[in-house]
């Protein structure tokens, strides 16, 4: 009990500093969404090994979204869905993990009324966390849990798909189709 409830511990402080753990309001920054993309991080070792690739996440994004009636972007978008996962071997029969998915905005400077950006800003620049636009995080869940080797990647993705449906949710009452 000691081996899974340290590294739990250990990924709530280390890997989720500042997130909310469920979110019951829609938030004000979902709503005036044109479009956006979905960016998934780099996945780690522990992860890779029984098959939880980027990839494999990227995919399983884009398909819940675009199921819920979502559109997604490839390229030029400057909001974006951010997915990443963190893992941890406890032994060699569990690993613990992180899965934390954010919608990231950019952060406009308002003046007259007006949101305005540089002219020297293109969409690319929007891409991706290292982004030199500043953006602020509009939608957030995370989750941590520990897991049996064989069970990580149905858990991983079950637990995707559930934190997805609820942003979908979100969105869509923040959005209406017209």
């Not at 340290?6 to 044109?34: R, Y």
């Not at 406890?90 to 950019?106: G, K, N, S």
Request: proline share 6%; net charge positive; aromatic share 10%.
């Amino acid at each position: 009990m000691r081996r899974i409830f340290f590294p739990c511990v250990l990924l709530s402080f280390l890997l989720l500093p500042g997130q909310a753990l469920a979110q019951t309001k829609i938030p004000h920054g979902l709503d005036e969404v044109s479009g956006f993309g979905i960016l998934t991080e780099s996945t780690p070792q522990e992860c890779e090994e029984v098959e939880i690739t980027r990839s494999v996440l990227q995919g399983k994004a884009e398909m819940s979204l675009r199921t819920s009636g979502i559109g997604v972007s490839k390229s030029g978008f400057r909001s974006h869905l951010y997915v990443r996962i963190h893992c941890l071997k406890v032994d060699e029969y569990e690993t613990a993990y992180a899965l934390i998915v954010e919608f990231m905005r950019p952060a406009f400077i308002v003046r007259d009324g007006f949101r305005q950006l540089r002219d020297f800003v293109r969409p690319s620049d929007f891409v991706g966390p290292d982004s030199p636009i500043p953006q602020y995080n509009a939608w957030s869940e995370a989750m941590i849990g520990v897991s049996g080797k064989k069970q990580l990647k149905s858990n991983v993705l079950g637990h995707l798909d559930g934190i997805l449906t609820r942003f979908a949710d979100d969105f869509l009452k923040a959005n209406p189709k017209k």
